[in-house]
């Protein structure tokens, strides 16, 4: 079996600053991996070099098709990039306005998503995306109400049924529970784990918080300095961290 997803060689700068500095890393099929780190340590640019938002300065990333062939993802043409996007893979942003389009009703941010990826009829998709709503437990009742009318957690839930709702092999998700109230943090966190080991979904996914990463990775990233310093299986790495860094953030997060 192939890796689903490979960073090669990764090298990125910003003037003087290496946001990534050779960095390599693959995401095996069925596996959830967190990149941890300080602000500025590059893990977010990580992520989005991977997810072909931004382009390296050095090395290439590799996605594996479910036929097993290799794409160079910064060699896609635009158009089957977004292609991609649309079927493939799915991406959960911090900030779930970033990844909903407020003007349009709950019900049709999920519908807008299966309609990109060739659904046609109206009567399948509204079903579906009333199926999602109460999939990420909010009331489809709701389903023609706009998103600015639901809370910051609904409407991270939102974005997830928007996300998940073709079925993506890849889901890159940057800081998912970031700014929202520890309960409602619980909660979602509980919501992301028990939608990724129903659909058997890849997940890469960017976070500060230690116990987000214990919860729901398999393995764990450890990224300062534009660089990889340290990663394992998740529980080796925060009850037997080896770099003295990793060490730092595992201690300041028993010590809160």
Same mark, same amino acid.
């Given at each position: 079996?192939?890796?689903?997803?490979?960073?090669?060689?990764?090298?990125?700068?910003?003037?003087?600053?290496?946001?990534?500095?050779?960095?390599?890393?693959? *995401? #095996?099929?069925?596996?959830?991996?967190?990149?941890?780190?300080?602000?500025?340590?590059?893990?977010?640019? /990580?992520?989005?070099? *991977?997810?072909?938002?931004?382009?390296? =300065?050095?090395?290439?990333?590799?996605? @594996?098709?479910?036929? +097993?062939?290799?794409?160079?993802? @910064?060699? /896609?043409?635009?158009?089957?990039?977004?292609?991609?996007?649309?079927?493939? #893979?799915?991406?959960?942003? =911090?900030?779930?306005?970033? +990844?909903?389009?407020?003007?349009?009703?709950? +019900?049709?941010?999920? +519908?807008?998503?299966?309609?990109?990826?060739?659904? &046609?009829?109206?009567?399948?998709?509204?079903?579906?995306?009333?199926? #999602?709503?109460?999939?990420?437990?909010?009331?489809?009742?709701?389903?023609?109400?706009?998103?600015?009318?639901?809370?910051?957690?609904? =409407?991270?839930?939102?974005?997830?049924?928007?996300? $998940?709702?073709?079925?993506?092999?890849?889901?890159?998700?940057?800081?998912?529970? !970031?700014?929202?109230?520890?309960?409602?943090?619980?909660?979602?966190?509980?919501?992301?784990?028990?939608?990724?080991?129903?659909?058997?979904?890849?997940? $890469?996914?960017?976070?500060?918080?230690?116990?987000?990463?214990? /919860? $729901?990775? @398999? &393995?764990?990233?450890?990224?300062?300095? !534009?660089?990889?310093?340290?990663?394992?299986?998740?529980?080796?790495?925060?009850?037997?961290?080896?770099?003295?860094?990793?060490?730092?953030?595992?201690?300041?997060?028993?010590?809160?």
């Amino acid at each position: 079996m192939s890796p689903i997803l490979e960073g090669q060689d990764l090298a990125l700068r910003f003037g003087a600053v290496r946001a990534l500095d050779d960095v390599s890393l693959s *995401l #095996w099929p069925g596996e959830v991996v967190a990149i941890v780190g300080e602000s500025g340590s590059g893990k977010s640019t /990580l992520l989005r070099v *991977l997810a072909g938002l931004m382009e390296p =300065q050095a090395g290439r990333v590799l996605y @594996h098709d479910a036929e +097993g062939a290799a794409q160079d993802v @910064h060699a /896609l043409r635009e158009a089957e990039r977004r292609t991609l996007m649309r079927r493939d #893979w799915g991406f959960v942003h =911090q900030n779930a306005r970033d +990844g909903l389009r407020m003007g349009v009703s709950a +019900g049709g941010n999920i +519908g807008e998503r299966l309609m990109a990826a060739g659904g &046609r009829h109206y009567g399948n998709i509204r079903a579906a995306a009333a199926e #999602w709503m109460s999939r990420v437990e909010m009331d489809p009742a709701r389903m023609d109400e706009a998103p600015r009318n639901f809370s910051g957690g609904m =409407q991270q839930r939102l974005q997830i049924a928007r996300c $998940l709702v073709t079925r993506p092999r890849l889901v890159f998700m940057d800081e998912p529970t !970031g700014g929202l109230d520890v309960s409602v943090q619980a909660r979602l966190l509980d919501l992301i784990r028990s939608l990724v080991a129903e659909l058997g979904l890849a997940v $890469l996914f960017v976070t500060h918080d230690i116990a987000a990463a214990r /919860l $729901l990775a @398999h &393995r764990i990233v450890v990224m300062r300095h !534009g660089r990889i310093v340290e990663e394992g299986l998740a529980d080796r790495v925060l009850d037997d961290p080896r770099h003295p860094y990793t060490q730092l953030l595992v201690a300041s997060v028993l010590a809160a």
